[in-house]
Structures are given as C-alpha cells and as structure tokens.
C-alpha cells in the first residue's frame, strides 16, 4: 500500500480545472474556463524558438536562465517600468509565474509562517503556500465589496508569524487594477510590520483605456520587500511556453537559483530564446492583442448586461469578467454546473476564488468572437429557462 505525503494528500484540483474536464465531455461546447489566449504568439517569437532548436541551443542554460535573457528583461523593466535590476543577481527566468511564485515561496516560508492572501486570489496561492509547510490566511469579506478587499483587513491579519503578503493586480477573476491609494496602504503596512511583497503583475501588460496601474515596487522602500513575478503566457500569449520571470533583490533571487537546480535545472532553453525576441524591444510583439481583447471584452459587457437577472461591470484589465448571479438565487457552483449541462457553455463558479465571489461566475474571454456570440446566446437561452 502506498502511503503518500500529507502535501500530496490534501492538494485538490481546482473548480477551474474540474469544469474544464467536465467540458470535455461535450462536443459542441462553448468553454469560458480557461485563461489560455487562443491568439498564436508572433511569428518572429516563434521563429526564434525554432531557430534554437534548429541550431542545437538546446542545452542546459545557468540555473537562473541565460545572462543575455536576464540582460534582456532588465533592459526591458528599465524601458518600460523605469526599475533598473541587475541581471546578475536580481533576475532569475523561470517555468513560467508558477514556478516563479513557487520558488518565491519556497525561499522565504519555514514552516508554520503565515502568508496572507487577499480575495479574490489566483487559485494556486492557496496551495502552494500550503506545499511549503505554510499557513494561508485568506482575506475575504462576503459584506465588503465582493471583488476586492481592504488594506485594513490586511493589517487586522498580521500576527507575528506573517511573513509576506501575495497581491495580484491586475486581477485574475476580477479584472480590476489594485488602486493607488490601496497599494500605497499596503506598502506602508508592510514595511511597518516588516513584511514581504510577492507581487503578481502578469496582467499588467493588458490593460484597457489607459486605466492606471502602479507597482508596488515603484514606491520607496519596497523594491527591498518586494519579489515581483512576470511571465510571458499572457502578455505574448505564450502559455506552453512555460516561461516566466521574477525580480527581487539579490538575496532571494540567490535561494531561488540554489533551489532551481533541484526543481526544473532551467527554464526550456528554446522558451528562454524566444523571450529574447519577445522582450527584445525591436518589435512591439503583443500591440494587436490589446485591441482584439478589447473588442471581445465590449460584446461580452454588452451581451451579459442585456440578459435579466445577469449582470457585470466593464473590467480595467485582463481578459476575464465577472458575472453577478445573484438574481437568479444560486450559488455559483451551482448555476456553472446546470449551465454546462443545460446548454454546454462553461463557466468557473466564483467560489473558486474566495467565498465573497459565490455570487459570481467567472467568464475567460479567450476565445474567439462567434463563439462569444454563440455563449451569450445560449446563456440567454439557460436564463430565460430558469
Ligand atoms: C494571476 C496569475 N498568476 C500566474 C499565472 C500563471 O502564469 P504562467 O503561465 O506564467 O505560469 C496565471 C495563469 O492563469 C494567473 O492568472
């Protein structure tokens, strides 16, 4: 028999991945679920990567990835966010943000160390502190405003085992960009009770009418606590890829290489000569992406909006939406699974991303407009039945 690790043991799939799977078994249907861009990235981006699998750059590369791709993302913070960090030791390229968040974790958590998590989060925080012998402490405030939190909450969370705090802006579901005064806040927090930033910011590069995002790395005296995690699955629509990156100070950066070696040795080279090209600056790879996100984002608003009892708000960011369902008195898993089954459409109950979001579902809109057509209409259908 068996007996595997308690880790391995109390680790679930999540609801995303369950609809996901339960979508399979439909033929004709419509799947809102996953955050996987269904655009190629540019040709270029791909060129590069078969261009070094042609030529045999297909190695190992040093732990921390290549010194010209890390020269590469430095040059590219410098340009684009104004942060200067030193590719040497301040840049480690990853296996996408997952493991970046995860090495993250796993250099700075002992056990029983606390890590605070403001709802609505990413799915696999969650976890993954808990597979680093850590404890979550999940913010979620079902009275307060149900796609957000407050920095107060934060701060009434702390106790002396807290160790860092992970923030996700822009947001993965809700699509909203943490505003300036609530970062402000919880960089002050941090720093009066001493405390890390992981910050998620693999959105930022999607961001619609000029709304306003601020790092919270770009304010005094965090970039010394703060541990800021990028990738380009999103931003280059590079999902399988698998390649991302992380900048922190130099400290972190250096138990992050250590334990690479033992958890993937390097990022896929072929992955990390494309981010090359991708983050190169010779070309503005991921223009275009913004405008089609931007399209399918306004017949979605407008299609939901149109439906009784549905209804949601024009996100700033991203490509997911969150719809209220709370006029039609279920809960979300509920309302995903009968959807599914009733029309074939798929949806990820809001549950997934904290109990304040249970009255919400969340839609992906990673696929192309018809079909966007096509699930408005059947989610039409599935209201107008109830
Ligand atoms: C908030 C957030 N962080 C990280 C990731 C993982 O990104 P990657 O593909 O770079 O591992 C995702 C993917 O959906 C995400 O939504």
């Excluded at 402490?137 to 920095?151: A, H, K, Q, V, W």
């Excluded at 701060?155 to 160790?163: G, H, S, V």
């Excluded at 405008?291 to 991203?318: A, H, Q, Y």
Aim: charged share 25%; with cysteine; hydrophobic share 40%.
């Amino acid at each position: 028999m068996i007996e595997l690790s308690h880790i391995a043991k109390s680790i679930k799939p999540s609801l995303t991945r369950h609809l996901f799977n339960l979508a399979k078994e439909y033929d004709d249907v419509v799947d809102f679920t996953l955050g996987d861009p269904d655009i190629q990235p540019h040709q270029a981006i791909k060129d590069a990567g078969c261009l070094a699998i042609q030529e045999g750059r297909t190695r190992y590369s040093q732990n921390a990835g290549l010194l010209e791709l890390r020269q590469t993302i430095s040059r590219y913070y410098e340009r684009k966010e104004g942060f200067y960090y030193q590719p040497e030791n301040e840049i480690i390229a990853t296996v996408g943000a997952m493991e970046g968040l995860y090495l993250s974790l796993l250099s700075i958590l002992n056990p029983g160390d606390e890590v605070v998590i403001p709802a609505p989060y990413y799915v696999n925080y969650v976890q993954m502190v808990q597979m680093c012998h850590a404890t979550p402490i999940i913010i979620d405030n079902p009275e307060g405003d149900e796609l957000s939190f407050d920095p107060s909450d934060v701060e009434t969370a702390i106790t002396n085992k807290t160790k860092a705090i992970i923030i996700n802006t822009p947001s993965n579901p809700s699509g909203r960009i943490i505003p300036k005064h609530k970062i402000m806040a919880l960089a002050e927090l941090s720093k009066r009770h001493n405390l890390l930033v992981i910050s998620d910011e693999v959105y930022k590069c999607l961001i619609y009418d000029n709304a306003e995002f601020k790092s919270i790395v770009g304010i005094e005296g965090m970039r010394e606590r703060t541990i800021l995690v990028n990738s380009l699955s999103k931003e280059f629509c590079m999902t399988g890829w698998r390649i991302g990156y992380v900048l922190a100070p130099k400290e972190i950066i250096g138990a992050m290489t250590k334990l690479q070696e033992n958890v993937a040795a390097c990022a896929s080279l072929p992955s990390q000569y494309a981010a090359i090209e991708a983050l190169s600056g010779n070309n503005d790879y991921s223009a275009n992406m913004v405008n089609t996100f931007t399209k399918r984002r306004n017949i979605l608003v407008e299609g939901i909006n149109s439906i009784p009892r549905l209804s949601c708000k024009t996100p700033d960011s991203t490509f997911y939406l969150m719809v209220d369902i709370s006029k039609t008195g279920m809960k979300s898993e509920e309302f995903a699974i009968m959807l599914l089954k009733k029309v074939h459409v798929a949806v990820v109950p809001g549950i997934t991303y904290g109990k304040s979001c249970d009255n919400y579902v969340r839609i992906a809109f990673t696929i192309k407009e018809d079909k966007i057509y096509e699930g408005i209409k059947r989610i039409r259908l599935f209201i107008n039945q109830l």
